[in-house]
Each structure stands twice: as C-alpha cells, then as structure tokens.
C-alpha cells in the first residue's frame, strides 16, 4: 500500500502562490488516483474536495470553486504529486491533505479514498 507525505505548505500573504507536493512510497505511484483535500480551522468545518487526478494524468476533477486558481499534477516517475495554487486568500487558509485510492477514475467522495497523508498547513494572511 502507498504512504503519502504532504510538504510545500506555509504562511503567505494574500495574492501569493504556493506549490504543495504529496510524495508517495510504498508501491507503484501510477496504480492510483490521488486527491487533494482541506479542512479549514474551526469548529464544525469539515473536509473539502479540493482537486483530483487519474493514474494517467490526463483526468481531472476541481472543485468549482477553486477551478481557475488550484492545479492538480503529477509525476509518476518521481512518485510525486502536486497543487498549484495562486492568487490565495484568507480563505484558503486549511490543513490540505493529499489522498489517493486505487481506482482509475476521481471523485469528490472523501471516504472514497484509502490512503491519506498527515496533512501541510497554509496559513494564508490579509
């Protein structure tokens, strides 16, 4: 089975980008599907669907709302997934979580996936 390790989170200032990676060891990193996710600080704000990816790197899945600004990729020979983000706000500001599940095909379903990393906190300031 894959682990995953998030890295790449911090504190920006809004309007900044940011490049979070999720590196997978364990198994053959094109078996999966892998997923971003956050959870916002607070009481009662669950896990959001952020973005997926196919094994193939060619199917994508956003969020609605973040389409335009977050980007999933991939490099399966360096087992290594990544989230482009740009133009961030306050808003943006969670613990993400990389997340995969062995199945060609996304989905926003949290509970879909098997595997997940401990998470990268972006802090992101006004």
């Known amino acids: 089975q894959v682990q995953l390790v998030e890295s790449g989170g911090g504190l920006v200032q809004a309007g900044a980008s940011l490049r979070l990676s999720c590196a997978a060891s364990?198994?053959?990193?094109?078996?999966?599907?892998v997923a971003w996710f956050r959870q916002a600080p607070g009481p009662g704000k669950g896990r959001e669907f952020v973005a997926a990816l196919g094994w193939n790197g060619v199917s994508t899945w956003y969020a609605d709302s973040l389409k335009g600004r977050f980007t999933i990729s991939r490099d399966n020979a360096k087992s290594t997934a990544y989230l482009q983000m740009s133009s961030l706000n306050t808003e943006d500001t969670a613990d993400y979580y990389c997340?995969?599940?062995?199945?060609?095909?996304?989905?926003?379903?949290?509970?879909?996936?098997?595997?997940w990393g401990q998470g990268t906190q972006v802090t992101v300031s006004s």
């Open positions: 364990g198994d053959i990193f094109s078996r999966y599907t």
């Open positions: 997340a995969a599940r062995t199945h060609w095909y996304g989905t926003k379903d949290q509970y879909e996936y098997n595997y």
